[in-house]
């Protein structure tokens, strides 16, 4: 059986090849690596030029791949591996609840049908043909982490070790003690080689490289996260007794303990000069008295009141949103942080005459793709999603101008948003500059999720590992986060205050002069 497609390498970037081969050669007691790579540069194009070199090297004995990755990344997949791997069987485990039940059926035979359909499933039967050895060509197969445990079951069940396994979006897997966590740990303890991809590694502070880490190599690492965290980072005492990890304490060794294991390089760095200019642009927005307020008063409020305040400042910035999309008067992208500002600001564009759709996260996946899909062809000028819903593998780059009518408490998220539209991701001949256009309020709440935000950014920044325009991001807002005395000027009490105070010295200095 011939795994390699003829002249393979000439369909990958030589960078792509690099990754490949890094990604390959595994170094003693470790079981993955995990690729770090700017949004945009093709990390499941160098995760496939892997699989193929080692074909290509004899390292994989099972013409078996096993993927996973998000629901909304799988045709993703699919659509690189055609592209990419001429001949590669691609199987997918299908919809999580493909069978229903038959008016015409009883429970019973309800029952047995699902559970026919189960263990007859197509991927069930891939996976029982490489443990026998008649798969005839190569195959990859890849769903959404829903599908990682029921997959390990079957491979446990057959007593077979894979040879390669894929976890794309790696990030998701920060959490230790979360059952999608745990089953990877699995799958990887029961595999040769595996290659974890993310352009995010680090989602809210520096220490989620933890699990990362240990899913790698968990005989370099201890397992116990706070264990490892004193090796590099303050452990401090919450409310006297609730420990928590706080900041940095020793970057360098951060940095050379995890370069074996976890590494990637920008877009820029990857692509140089072939990438236009990405701005950033900030639009204040006036918000009414009850809302403004010093930062420092601001930051002294609990978070559930802040959250509040952040909600009713949205709804100030819809007429700026407006405003952007009738002056661009071109194909935008708008996000915001929540389900019904979303759908409240769509509706207001499309009443306004900008013609608008909306994604969401109560969509279905494949009725949010549809959604998507409609707007690349030219449908509606807008494109209008919430940031948890539309920030990973969607393509939006009909647009070259996005807009943020809100901040997000996560850094990450921000990225990933704004790398929908990235350079990195237009075709190469079709390339062109973007704009991302923040809307921020005058001596609102903005203030102090800017701050948290810059932190965040500030501490993953230097680390050893590459965030996609994280120092940019954090150079744009840090700003925000300076103009707390400017601020304070517009509190109307600090204003009449500071209005008397000046008044009296004024009286006084007259005074001591005989003019009064």
Same mark, same amino acid.
């Given at each position: 059986?011939?795994?390699?497609?003829?002249?393979?390498?000439?369909?990958?970037?030589?960078?792509?090849?690099?990754?490949?081969?890094?990604?390959?050669?595994?170094?003693?007691?470790?079981?993955?690596? *995990? &690729?770090?790579?700017?949004?945009?540069?093709?990390?499941?194009?160098?995760?496939?030029?892997?699989?193929?070199?080692?074909?290509?090297?004899?390292?994989?004995?099972?013409?078996?791949?096993?993927?996973?990755?998000?629901?909304?990344?799988?045709?993703?997949?699919?659509?690189?591996?055609?592209?990419?791997?001429?001949?590669?069987?691609?199987?997918?485990?299908?919809?999580?609840?493909?069978?229903?039940?038959?008016?015409?059926?009883?429970?019973?035979?309800?029952?047995?049908?699902?559970?026919?359909?189960?263990?007859?499933?197509?991927?069930?039967?891939?996976?029982?043909?490489?443990?026998?050895?008649?798969?005839?060509?190569?195959?990859?197969?890849?769903?959404?982490?829903?599908?990682?445990?029921? !997959? &390990?079951?079957?491979? !446990?069940?057959?007593?077979? &070790?894979?040879?390669?396994?894929?976890?794309?979006?790696a990030h998701l897997l920060k959490k230790a003690s979360s059952g999608r966590?745990?089953?990877?740990?699995?799958? !990887?303890?029961?595999?040769?080689?595996?290659?974890?991809?993310?352009?995010?590694?680090?989602?809210?502070?520096?220490?989620?490289?933890?699990?990362?880490?240990?899913? *790698?190599?968990?005989?370099?690492?201890?397992?116990?996260?706070?264990?490892?965290?004193?090796?590099?980072?303050?452990?401090?005492?919450?409310?006297?007794?609730?420990?928590?990890?706080?900041?940095?304490?020793?970057?360098?060794?951060?940095?050379?303990?995890?370069?074996?294991?976890?590494?990637?390089?920008?877009?820029?760095?990857?692509?140089?000069?072939?990438?236009?200019?990405?701005?950033?642009?900030?639009?204040?927005?006036?918000?009414?008295?009850?809302?403004?307020?010093?930062?420092?008063?601001?930051?002294?409020?609990?978070?559930?009141?802040?959250?509040?305040?952040?909600?009713?400042?949205?709804?100030?910035?819809?007429?700026?949103?407006?405003?952007?999309?009738?002056?661009?008067?071109?194909?935008?992208? &708008?996000?915001?942080?929540?389900?019904?500002?979303?759908?409240?600001?769509?509706?207001?564009?499309?009443?306004?005459?900008?013609?608008?759709?909306?994604?969401?996260?109560?969509?279905?996946?494949?009725?949010?793709?549809?959604? !998507?899909e409609r707007w690349k062809l030219g449908e509606g000028m807008a494109l209008?999603?919430?940031?948890?819903?539309?920030?990973?593998?969607?393509?939006?780059?009909?647009?070259d101008l996005m807009v943020f009518v809100d901040l997000h408490w996560l850094?990450?998220?921000?990225?990933?948003?704004?790398?929908?539209?990235?350079?990195?991701?237009?075709?190469?001949?079709?390339?062109?500059?973007?704009?991302?256009?923040?809307?921020?309020?005058?001596?609102?709440?903005?203030?102090?999720?800017?701050?948290?935000?810059?932190?965040?950014?500030?501490?993953?920044?230097?680390?050893?590992?590459?965030?996609?325009?994280?120092?940019?991001?954090?150079?744009?807002?840090?700003?925000?986060?300076?103009?707390?005395?400017?601020?304070?000027?517009?509190?109307?009490?600090?204003?009449?205050?500071?209005?008397?105070?000046?008044?009296?010295?004024?009286?006084?200095?007259?005074?001591?002069?005989?003019?009064?």
């Amino acid at each position: 059986m011939s795994a390699l497609p003829p002249n393979w390498r000439d369909a990958f970037r030589g960078y792509q090849l690099e990754d490949a081969e890094w990604l390959t050669s595994l170094p003693p007691n470790t079981r993955a690596r *995990c &690729l770090t790579n700017g949004l945009g540069t093709g990390k499941t194009s160098s995760a496939l030029a892997s699989t193929l070199l080692a074909f290509e090297r004899d390292l994989i004995e099972q013409p078996l791949v096993v993927g996973f990755t998000t629901a909304s990344s799988v045709h993703d997949w699919r659509r690189e591996a055609e592209k990419r791997w001429p001949g590669l069987r691609f199987v997918m485990p299908g919809v999580k609840k493909s069978v229903t039940k038959r008016k015409s059926e009883s429970a019973e035979e309800f029952e047995r049908r699902k559970q026919d359909a189960h263990d007859n499933a197509e991927w069930r039967q891939l996976i029982r043909d490489a443990a026998s050895g008649k798969l005839d060509r190569p195959a990859l197969l890849i769903g959404d982490y829903y599908w990682t445990e029921q !997959i &390990l079951d079957l491979v !446990i069940d057959l007593g077979i &070790l894979l040879d390669k396994a894929l976890f794309d979006e790696a990030h998701l897997l920060k959490k230790a003690s979360s059952g999608r966590a745990r089953s990877v740990r699995s799958v !990887i303890a029961r595999t040769r080689n595996t290659t974890m991809l993310t352009g995010t590694p680090v989602h809210n502070r520096a220490h989620d490289l933890h699990n990362l880490l240990t899913l *790698c190599a968990p005989s370099a690492f201890p397992a116990n996260a706070f264990t490892w965290a004193r090796n590099y980072f303050h452990i401090k005492l919450k409310d006297g007794n609730y420990p928590y990890i706080a900041d940095l304490k020793d970057k360098p060794r951060l940095i050379e303990d995890i370069k074996p294991f976890v590494a990637g390089r920008t877009a820029a760095e990857l692509m140089g000069d072939d990438l236009p200019a990405r701005t950033f642009q900030l639009k204040l927005v006036d918000v009414p008295g009850t809302v403004r307020m010093s930062p420092a008063k601001m930051r002294a409020k609990k978070s559930e009141e802040v959250d509040a305040l952040l909600r009713e400042t949205v709804r100030h910035k819809f007429e700026a949103a407006l405003e952007v999309a009738r002056d661009a008067d071109k194909p935008l992208v &708008l996000y915001t942080y929540r389900r019904e500002d979303a759908t409240k600001l769509a509706a207001f564009l499309n009443k306004n005459g900008v013609p608008s759709l909306l994604a969401t996260g109560d969509l279905t996946n494949t009725a949010r793709d549809k959604v !998507i899909e409609r707007w690349k062809l030219g449908e509606g000028m807008a494109l209008v999603c919430t940031m948890d819903a539309v920030r990973e593998s969607a393509t939006l780059t009909r647009a070259d101008l996005m807009v943020f009518v809100d901040l997000h408490w996560l850094p990450t998220v921000l990225l990933q948003c704004q790398g929908r539209i990235d350079p990195a991701r237009q075709p190469a001949d079709q390339r062109r500059p973007v704009l991302y256009v923040y809307l921020v309020t005058k001596g609102g709440p903005d203030e102090v999720v800017a701050e948290v935000v810059v932190e965040k950014l500030r501490e993953a920044s230097g680390v050893g590992v590459k965030t996609e325009g994280g120092d940019r991001l954090a150079d744009f807002l840090a700003p925000l986060d300076s103009r707390k005395e400017v601020q304070k000027a517009l509190d109307p009490q600090e204003v009449m205050a500071s209005l008397v105070d000046r008044l009296n010295a004024r009286a006084n200095r007259l005074a001591d002069l005989g003019m009064l």
